[in-house]
């Protein structure tokens, strides 16, 4: 086949620009009309905001089970629930914010934002995007109907053994949370590859890597933590399942098994987990503090490198969730050191975050607040950690309200809070209307303080000795008070996620219209409209700083000569983001769908059947063939219409 | 349509639309995808080590080490396999279609010896599953590369149906192959140590 040169074909340029490109391009880039044009979408933006969505439904979900614990909480010797009743809810609301929320809505934001902070027209692999995003609907689908038919998983989000075992765990329980994990593992660790491959290759010009945008680097760090985290788990609930279904023994201490090896699986996961979810939050606070603030982010290189820091830390302390396991006494020095050390880097990234407020202009618009808030409730949550880290206080206060109480202030202030900032703050440019500021304050301050509220009582109520995972409390111990304090504030916490969630709908239907930079942001998801065009830019941007659009206030340098009648990126270098490569994007199809339906049948089927995964897998193949199978290419448009 | 009226600085069109390697996008999500596996590789690896600390004698006793003769055929095959593999990989970074054809063909009864052998080495581990957590972890480590070497055995030969259609003079098919070899390569590269793993370390430590 002969390689047409960009000159035969239509392409952006002097020739073709403005609103005859836009009609292009709209021809080019844009999906079947109707529901068909839905199931197909291979487009990072549609795939990223149905992410997000389905992610607060899980978090509205998640959220209904703590308020059903709170209220069988809310006095002693409560007998709203039964105590089975009471198992599933606390397995279920641990599960679905760290598998079904924490994970996904951060992935989804990175799916939605960082083809556009980098000024490439689509993510990499945008067929694997779509195809992680109905294993992800699956994953949540299969646990939630199960926990209706009552089976929902009872084991705790860490599922244990030898309680998750087939011994004390009869039933199919614990295999729909193993199976649900093996879900959101296959979707996160497809995004991941999709989120590592994008940033390093498909940067615009001048992009290089010390002039990628905080979020962008969070995310980089993030995606290789998963690379290298998530085997764990899904190796772990692979052995769990089948010593559940075909009866090996990894786990059981009767034939030489052991069961710390769970521990061990699980926490290479779920430490790093931690991080994977707060480190998004701190790119979140990094772009919103320097567009509020009217200045760079202080101390750049000091927080790229406390960014891989931290990355590389998470892999040294997952030990010290094991600490009353029994361990060595050089294995508690080694990990109480390396969990210390996580402050240091952390400390130094607050640090330059305050130094941002100090140096800078701050207005106070509702997403800044909640950098505030996140500053704040972080750092008490850091701290906590510390005293975690501590191998006496965590033999006493573990399995107590104290740890509750740490990582809800961890988790909640150091993702959820920057999360909503997030939100307030790229609302526009998603829905291309602003979010409300009075409602949005309103909502800000039902929150941070219904959230203290809910959690701070919780040291307290660890400290006197209240264990978690147990469904009530007798009269007499000196709880009831505090207990009845933290569920008022979920009261509170709830109303304020209610309102935040009514004033985005009613803002996306009546807010005020956006223009493509309301905000008067540096970063190049703003120099393209609000919402983004299916192609995302005309032209492909170049770049020669760290904010491109505060040093270029009269024009955006872009260069041309991508194909306007195919779907095409431009490929950089890794290093120096020097245009390298003109390469092809996928074009919608049904065969992810068709992929990920296969292989939903095959884990379902496989809780019941080791057999399901021989016979599951022709399906499975066949539609992945069907997939990769490549099609004729396009005829070239003619350069005039 | 952008906000701000665009400042034209340069031309991508005679950019190539086709590169091997670190250049290619397919490149990067195959490494990422030897990342995540070799991760488990690893992990699983880790567990071997980790049951092995729990016994006193390895394998326990009564049970005697696995039989040679499968996995030794399987990994002399499978290491010889290279050389047609290697052929395969530089044909098609220098375009060379008819090569790529031949050796490819080449390859599939290798492909289907080395399943035969496999076959025969779940015969000759001399423990089954769930006999105890030693069993659990060999069949495991067995299964779990079971799983790289019939995915890639798919791919090749969906690779090798596609090279004698139409689209076999696309550069972008030849870009696939080369990288299909890559893989290969990771396949046998994971298969080393766990054949120490499941037929020597036993004899080894006992």
């Excluded at chain 1, 239509?10 to 391009?25: M, V």
């Excluded at chain 1, 995007?129 to 089976?151: D, H, P, Q, R």
């Excluded at chain 1, 050089?330 to 100090?358: D, E, R």
């Excluded at chain 1, 569920?487 to 996306?508: D, E, K």
């Amino acid at each position: 086949m002969t390689v047409l040169s960009g000159k035969d074909l239509p392409r952006d340029g002097e020739a073709l620009q403005g609103t005859a490109l836009h009609a292009r391009l709209e021809r080019t880039w844009g999906d079947a009309p109707g529901f068909w044009g839905w199931l197909t979408t291979t487009d990072h933006k549609k795939i990223g905001r149905r992410y997000m969505v389905t992610a607060f439904v899980f978090l509205a979900l998640g959220g209904l089970l703590a308020m059903a614990m709170r209220a069988q909480l809310a006095r002693p010797e409560n007998n709203l629930m039964t105590p089975d009743r009471y198992n599933q809810l606390f397995t279920m609301h641990g599960t679905t914010m760290m598998f079904l929320f924490a994970v996904p809505v951060m992935e989804a934001m990175a799916i939605y934002l960082i083809p556009l902070m980098i000024g490439t027209r689509n993510i990499s692999f945008p067929r694997l995007n779509a195809f992680s995003y109905w294993m992800y609907l699956a994953g949540g689908s299969l646990l939630w109907v199960a926990f209706l038919l009552n089976i929902g998983p009872d084991a705790g989000w860490f599922s244990y053994t030898p309680l998750s075992g087939p011994q004390f765990s009869p039933g199919k329980r614990t295999d729909i949370w193993a199976q649900m994990v093996t879900f959101t593992e296959v979707a996160a660790l497809a995004v991941a590859v999709e989120i590592v491959a994008t940033i390093l290759k498909q940067r615009a010009p001048g992009m290089t890597l010390a002039r990628m945008p905080l979020f962008v680097w969070t995310m980089l760090v993030v995606a290789l933590m998963v690379i290298f985290s998530m085997p764990s788990v899904a190796l772990g609930s692979s052995f769990l399942i089948s010593d559940r279904l075909v009866g090996t023994h990894f786990f059981n201490a009767m034939e030489r098994g052991d069961p710390l090896l769970w521990q061990h699986l699980f926490w290479f996961f779920g430490h790093p987990e931690v991080y994977i979810i707060f480190l998004p939050g701190a790119g979140f606070v990094s772009h919103i503090t320097e567009t509020f603030c009217r200045r760079p982010v202080f101390a750049y290189p000091a927080m790229v490198l406390s960014l891989v820091t931290v990355g590389l830390l998470a892999f040294g302390v997952w030990v010290h969730h094991m600490f009353a396991t029994g361990l060595p006494r050089t294995g508690y020095a080694f990990y109480t050191a390396a969990t210390m050390a996580v402050a240091v880097p952390s400390g130094i990234q607050i640090f330059c975050w305050i130094a941002t407020l100090w140096d800078g202009r701050p207005v106070f618009k509702v997403p800044l607040l909640y950098v505030v808030a996140f500053i704040f409730t972080f750092v008490i949550g850091g701290l906590s950690g510390v005293m975690l880290a501590s191998v006496p206080i965590d033999l006493q206060v573990t399995d107590t309200y104290f740890v509750v109480a740490h990582f809800h202030y961890v988790l909640v202030g150091g993702a959820v809070f920057p999360l909503l900032g997030a939100i307030a703050y790229w609302f526009p440019k998603v829905t291309g209307r602003m979010m409300g500021e009075g409602l949005g304050k309103l909502s800000f301050w039902m929150i941070f303080l219904g959230f203290q509220l809910t959690f701070f009582p919780m040291h307290l109520l660890g400290l006197w000795g209240m264990p978690r995972r147990v469904y009530t409390y007798p009269t007499g111990l000196g709880w009831d008070e505090m207990n009845f304090l933290a569920t008022l504030g979920s009261v509170a916490l709830a109303a304020g996620f209610v309102l935040y969630i009514v004033n985005a709908l009613a803002s996306m239907a009546r807010g005020a219209v956006a223009g493509p930079n309301p905000w008067d942001a540096a970063g190049l998801e703003w120099a393209t409209a609000s919402p983004p065009p299916q192609y995302n830019f005309p032209h492909i941007p170049v770049v020669t700083s760290r904010t491109p659009l505060w040093d270029n206030r009269n024009h955006l340098p872009v260069m041309t000569g991508l194909r306007a009648d195919d779907r095409e990126l431009l490929l950089t270098t890794v290093m120096e983001a020097i245009p390298d490569l003109r390469e092809p994007s996928a074009l919608p199809t049904i065969w992810p769908l068709a992929a990920a339906l296969s292989t939903t049948c095959l884990f379902i089927a496989s809780i019941f059947t080791p057999w399901a995964v021989v016979i599951g897998a022709f399906p499975v193949a066949a539609a992945l063939i069907a997939w990769f199978w490549p099609k004729s290419p396009l005829a070239p448009e003619p350069i005039v219409e | 349509m952008s906000a701000l009226p665009p400042k034209f600085e340069g031309d991508l069109a005679e950019l190539p639309t086709t590169a091997y390697g670190h250049r290619s996008l397919t490149w990067w999500g195959v490494v990422a995808f030897f990342l995540i596996e070799g991760t488990a590789f690893a992990l699983a690896i880790g567990s071997y080590f980790f049951l092995q600390g729990v016994e006193d004698s390895w394998p326990p006793q009564p049970w005697k080490p696995a039989d040679l003769l499968a996995g030794t055929l399987f990994t002399i095959t499978i290491l010889l396999s290279e050389i047609p593999n290697t052929i395969v990989k530089r044909a098609a970074e220098r375009k060379d279609v008819a090569t790529v054809r031949r050796w490819m063909l080449i390859l599939v009864p290798i492909f289907a010896l080395l399943l035969v052998f496999r076959a025969f080495e779940f015969n000759s581990l001399n423990v089954k599953w769930d006999d105890n957590a030693y069993g659990s972890i060999l069949w495991a480590l067995l299964v779990l590369h079971v799983t790289h070497i019939a995915t890639d055995i798919v791919d090749s030969l969906v690779l090798t149906g596609l090279v004698f259609t139409k689209h076999a003079a696309e550069d972008r098919r030849l870009v696939d192959i080369a990288e299909n070899a890559m893989y290969w390569r990771f396949v046998w590269l994971t298969w080393l140590p766990i054949y120490l793993l499941i037929y020597w370390v036993p004899r080894w430590v006992s």
